[in-house]
């Protein structure tokens, strides 16, 4: 849970930064979509963790943020590329992992979750 939790703050981000700095419309609209999805599903993951005594991190750290910054050193068509690259390689990761917890997780709230937002995460990485 803290895996995605961190993962979906970090896509939120580096979307918000797509819709600043996306030279391409096409890039500024997925990146509009993902801002759109990844935070209200991270709100309803917030609201699980709640419901489940789990604090969640708010913070993004680490590989998320060497991303980011990496990112804001970008323009043009070279940060739409480096971020389209980067959506896809972390929208694969994201549907493994979600996945795996729809079919395999033991707590029922949390395949439900999972199973709900993979069907999302699918549809970002066809888009």
């Known amino acids: 849970m803290e895996k995605a939790a961190v ?6 981000e580096l979307a918000r930064l797509a819709q600043e700095k996306g030279a391409d419309d096409q890039v500024k609209k997925f990146a509009e ?40 050193q970008l323009s043009g068509d070279e940060f739409d590329r480096e971020y389209m690259k980067l959506m896809v390689d972390e929208h694969k ?22 199973a709900k937002n993979l069907l999302i995460l699918q549809q970002h990485l066809k888009m």
């Open 7 to 12: 993962a979906g703050l970090a896509e939120v």
């Open 93 to 114: 990761k994201d549907v493994e992992e979600f996945e795996r917890q729809s079919k395999q997780g033991n707590d029922i709230l949390v395949k439900s979750f999972a």
């Open 33 to 72: 979509v993902v801002v759109r999805d990844h935070s209200k599903a991270n709100t309803e993951l917030t609201q699980l963790a709640g419901e489940k005594g789990i604090e969640l991190p708010m913070k993004i750290e680490g590989t998320y943020q060497q991303q980011i910054d990496k990112l804001q």
